[in-house]
């Protein structure tokens, strides 16, 4: 059972940066996952932020286009979300996933992590 483990989340002043990581364990071949950072606020559905594939291709919301950069480091099982220019409407709880891709597409989701932006 892979296991996902965000860290970095914290409250920000509007315009500030941070950077989010999630780190994956129990986990054999890591590159072959799709992976992806999704972000819920109260009330509302959780939505895609930034994907990057097992083959390095990278996906981003139009929200946040030009701000955030998703990476991933497959010799450290890990997925970072460098956020910058951080705005009020960033505010969410931030989620780490992974998909294991073709054929079974096994699915993981990592426990949350909260990021308020407020002055």
């Known amino acids: 059972q892979v296991q996902l483990e965000e860290s970095g989340g914290g409250l920000v002043q509007p315009g500030e940066s941070l950077r989010l990581s999630c780190k994956a364990s129990?986990?054999?071949?890591?590159?072959?996952?799709?992976v992806a950072w999704h972000r819920q606020v109260p009330g509302k559905q959780r939505e895609l932020v930034a994907r990057i594939s097992n083959s390095g291709s990278t996906t981003y919301a139009d929200s946040v286009k030009g701000r955030f950069s998703i990476t991933r480091d497959n010799s450290e099982n890990t997925i970072d979300l460098q956020m910058d220019n951080l705005a009020p409407e960033d505010t969410a709880v931030y989620y780490c996933y992974a998909n294991s891709g073709k054929p079974f597409q096994f699915e993981y989701w990592g426990q949350g992590t909260p990021v308020t932006v407020s002055a």
């Open positions: 129990s986990v054999t071949i890591f590159s072959v996952y799709h």
